[in-house]
């Protein structure tokens, strides 16, 4: 089976809203992305380059069809692009993607780089 790892920092994490697009995708584990800043942007977070900054999520590994049900879900191409990146942990610096916010950021950034089951809005 072909699969990607995929760096999810909102609401496809566990316990959120849409994590049933991972239901079936192996947990990988948690990670932090440097050097990039999450903000909250009203329902969901959004990510976007910034020096010095952390963001931190969690890694799955998904197939080639939860990916492009992902692509759909994240507006890839328009409201997110798939950004291949590094994520690193205590263990480990692993290659994964993110959704990456496209558009202007209308929202504050979230202090302490964690998306907080929806608690940050």
Same mark, same amino acid.
Not at 54 to 77: I, T
């Given at each position: ?22 239901? #079936?995708?192996?947990?990988?584990? &948690?990670?932090?992305? $440097?050097? @990039?800043?999450?903000?909250? %942007? ?25 990916? #492009?049900?992902?692509?759909?879900? &994240?507006?890839?191409? $328009?409201? @997110?692009?798939?950004?291949? %990146? ?36």
């Amino acid at each position: 089976m072909n699969s990607t790892k995929v760096f999810v920092y909102g609401t496809l994490m566990r316990g959120e809203r849409a994590h049933s697009y991972l239901s #079936k995708a192996e947990f990988v584990g &948690e990670y932090r992305l $440097s050097d @990039y800043a999450i903000y909250s %942007l009203g329902l969901y977070p959004g990510i976007r380059p910034k020096k010095g900054s952390v963001v931190y999520g969690e890694v799955y590994a998904v197939d080639d069809r939860m990916l #492009k049900e992902m692509d759909r879900y &994240e507006g890839e191409g $328009s409201l @997110y692009y798939r950004t291949p %990146l590094a994520v690193e942990n205590d263990r480990e610096r692993i290659d994964a993607v993110a959704y990456v916010y496209a558009q202007e950021i209308h929202g504050n950034e979230i202090a302490g780089g964690r998306w907080n089951h929806g608690g940050n809005r």
